[in-house]
Antibody, heavy 118, light 108 residues
Framework: EVQLVESGGGLIQPGGSLRLSCAAS????????MSWVRQAPGKGLEWVSA???????YYADSVKGRFTISRDNSKNTLYLQMNSLRAEDTAVYYC????????????WGQGTLVTVSS | DIQMTQSPSSLSASVGDRVTITCRAS??????LNWYQQNPGKAPNLLISAASSLQSGVPSRFSGSGSGTDFTLTISSLQPEDFATYYC??????????FGQGTRLEIK
């Protein structure tokens, strides 16, 4: 059974750093396109970052230069390192698996809440 | 970036109604279009991929159509569990995925 479990969220002051984790089971993270998608309170879905199976990484303009996506193949885990956090980064962060020739997010984690506030 | 625009932003309907949600892309995306359903406090759930391919386990009252820039999600006969928020998402450019702003479907 495919499962994604995020952790690492919490309350952090503006300018601070946080690392989110997404532990996967039932499939191999390194063989798939993996993404982080966030949702600010009461708002819609926003794609944040992706890592391809080959290792290439991409970011939304809103987080470029501040966030870093990575993975640990030995732990089958996806990460999102978030630096220089701003109030507007407050959101539930989901990890999701992208799959298929026409990429679709077929599995999602339960989400982890990041609150940036002083 | 490819912009995705959904309409309407919210919709009130009754059980048994037929409803249609529209998604328009700012450029042609062929059929690189997916639809998700999200209930409050839950992760999104994939309903339809590649514009019209119903995912396993999704009721047949859901259907999708379209190609190029204009797409629709139709629910043929609303059930109580269908009242949720729906999002379209383009994967024509996987280096910059974009979602529509969402359509909130409410009970009339």
């Amino acid at each position: 059974e495919v499962q994604l479990v995020e952790s690492g969220g919490g309350l952090i002051q503006p300018g601070g750093s946080l690392r989110l984790s997404c532990a996967a089971s039932g499939f191999t993270v390194s063989s798939n396109y993996m993404s982080w998608v966030r949702q600010a309170p009461g708002k819609g879905l926003e794609w944040v970052s992706a890592i391809y199976s080959g290792g290439s990484t991409y970011y939304a303009d809103s987080v470029k230069g501040r966030f870093t996506i990575s993975r640990d193949n030995s732990k089958n885990t996806l990460y999102l390192q978030m630096n220089s956090l701003r109030a507007e980064d407050t959101a539930v962060y989901y990890c999701a698996r992208g799959h298929g020739n026409i990429l679709r997010f077929d599995y999602w984690g339960q989400g982890t809440l990041v609150t940036v506030s002083s | 970036d490819i912009q995705m625009t959904q309409s309407p932003s919210s919709l009130s309907a009754s059980v048994g109604d037929r409803v249609t949600i529209t998604c328009r892309a700012s450029q042609s995306i062929s059929t690189y279009l997916n639809w998700y359903q999200q209930n409050p406090g839950k992760a999104p759930n994939l309903l339809i991929s590649a514009a019209s391919s119903l995912q396993s386990g999704v009721p047949s009252r859901f259907s999708g159509s379209g190609s190029g820039t204009d797409f629709t999600l139709t629910i043929s006969s609303l059930q109580p569990e269908d009242f949720a928020t729906y999002y379209c998402q383009q994967s024509y450019t996987t280096v910059s995925i974009t979602f529509g702003q969402g359509t909130r479907l409410e009970i009339k």
